[in-house]
């Protein structure tokens, strides 16, 4: 999609992100936390794509050490206007590429933002960089979903995600089988006209991931079929997945 970049997630969605998941995420935030503070063990960690500090601050609360990469400085903004937010140090930067000071027992990237990295390529980069980043025997928690497909029909979906008495949300979507890209575009119709926020995601299957890792040395270690620690099955709508640098 044509000026969509790193940036284009933040710009758009940092000052309504956090008003949008109040009341919907809170028992998968308290979940997640409580799985990475146990395998950080006490260690340091560093989040990708670290956004307004959902689950950063909570970690930080706990004790840990944390440092962040994050593309958009609208959404930093926001994590530096929380308590404790500005003690925590943040690289701006495409968490595909970009270089952060110091090495991390525990690296991860939840809420599917693997997918914001828009090509395979990038994708095989960003698992590169943080095996670069990780100490020896260092660990990598990524946490996505599984793709499902039969939401379309000729590669495209609409779908109706709100309807109000004063307007409607629609998701539009185009699906790219060769790249495994979803094209979205979240349109907002109301009395006082129309907004459309794009989305483009680059999908992968576990096993692709896995791929992955073992390209940048790493080898996985657990998979789960969520936050709870569920076990992995063809019922499952996401994982959970941890990987550790080999020796
Ligand atoms: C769905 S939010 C997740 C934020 C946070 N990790 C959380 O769980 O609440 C996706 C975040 O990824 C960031 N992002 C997207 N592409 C990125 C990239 N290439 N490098 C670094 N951050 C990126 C966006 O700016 C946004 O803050």
Avoid at 103 to 123: G, H, P, R
Wanted: aromatic residues 8%.
């Amino acid at each position: 999609m044509r000026g969509y970049g790193p940036e284009t997630f933040g710009e758009l969605y940092a000052d309504q992100y956090d008003a949008e998941l109040k009341g919907k995420m809170e028992t998968t935030t308290e979940q997640s936390v409580e799985v990475l503070a146990d395998l950080a063990n006490g260690g340091t960690v560093l989040e990708l794509a670290i956004g307004t500090g959902r689950v950063a601050l909570p970690l930080a609360a706990r004790g840990l050490t944390v440092h962040g990469i994050e593309a958009s400085e609208p959404m930093v903004q926001k994590l530096r206007e929380k308590p404790g937010g500005q003690a925590i140090p943040v690289t701006i930067g495409d968490m595909a590429d970009v270089a952060v000071d110091g090495s991390f027992d525990l690296v991860f990237l939840i809420f599917n933002t693997l997918f914001n990295l828009t090509s395979q390529e990038a994708q095989v980069r960003c698992f590169q960089n943080v095996a670069r980043r990780l100490t020896p025997g260092g660990l990598f928690v990524v946490k996505a979903f599984l793709p499902d497909l039969h939401t379309f029909v000729d590669d495209q979906s609409v779908r109706a995600m709100q309807v109000e008495v004063d307007g409607v949300r629609l998701d539009v979507r185009k699906h790219d089988p060769v790249t495994q890209t979803i094209r979205y575009q979240r349109i907002r119709i109301t009395s006082d006209g129309t907004r459309a926020a794009p989305l483009v995601l680059r999908y992968a299957w576990p096993s692709e991931l896995d791929l992955m890792a073992r390209l940048a040395g790493m080898t996985l270690r657990d998979r789960w079929g969520g936050w709870d620690r569920s076990p992995f099955n063809a019922a499952s709508i996401e994982h959970v997945s941890v990987y550790a640098l080999n020796d």
